[in-house]
């Protein structure tokens, strides 16, 4: 089955611009998803079909790609973004495949 | 409003089967699939599977397969995830979600302890 591969953490002060990216050989071929999970909840979507926010997430959320590797930006990083990120897609046989997960630390 | 209520937290032997139930309101159950998710602790999501209530297709993550069932219960709009011959790294958190072009609802996750 395919991976996603994401770096374990990524450090930012308040204000900056966080990028995290996720790296796989199906991304190309597959809608992207963005989970934003905090300590003891379960995950919310924060992107969804690689690059649309849900209602109620900030437009700071967004999301590119360029060839197999697709990136979540958060623009203008609050405090409140602290959290765990993963990525997700879909492989040739339609299992979902996650990322490992990305530990974002606002400093 | 739309929510999902998982069941309590379990803990269970090696060897043993657990059934995590999924009870849906607010919506209507049969247009959206339900996701199964979980979470070892400190560990990464793993997706489990899926099922289909209006067409009662599921797809399972290969490495579940003989071992996991889903089902659902229309008359109670409540979804299953029966997972058999539990061994300790399956102690985890579980969680099912509603789909619809994306998960957009949660349960708040059950977890399964595995221990002797």
């Known amino acids: 089955s395919s991976e996603l591969t994401q770096p374990p953490s990524v450090s930012v002060s308040p204000g900056q611009t966080a990028r995290i990216a996720c790296s796989g050989d199906s991304l190309p071929n597959q809608s992207t998803f963005w989970y934003q999970q905090k300590p003891g909840q379960a995950p919310v979507v924060v992107i969804y079909k690689d690059t649309e926010r849900p209602s109620g997430i900030p437009e700071r959320f967004s999301a590119s790609s360029s060839g197999t590797t697709v990136t979540l930006t958060i623009r203008g990083v609050q405090a409140e973004d602290e959290a765990d990120y993963y990525c997700q897609s879909i492989d040739s046989s339609g299992a979902w495949v996650f990322g490992g997960g990305t530990k974002l630390t606002v400093l | 409003q739309v929510q999902l209520v998982q069941s309590g937290a379990e803990v269970k032997k090696p060897g043993a089967s657990v059934k995590v139930s999924c009870k849906a309101s607010?919506?209507?159950?049969?247009?959206?699939?339900i996701i199964w998710v979980r979470q070892a602790p400190g560990q990464g999501l793993e997706w489990m599977g899926g099922?289909?209530?209006?067409?009662?297709?599921?797809n399972s993550a290969q490495k579940f397969q003989g071992r996991v069932t889903m089902s659902t219960d229309t008359s109670t709009s409540t979804a299953y995830m029966e997972l058999r011959s539990l061994r300790s790294d399956d102690t985890a958190t579980y969680y099912c979600g509603r789909m619809d072009y994306y998960m957009d609802v949660w349960g708040k996750g059950t977890t399964v302890t595995v221990s002797s």
């Open positions: 099922i289909s209530e209006n067409s009662g297709s599921t």
């Open positions: 607010g919506y209507t159950f049969s247009n959206y699939l």
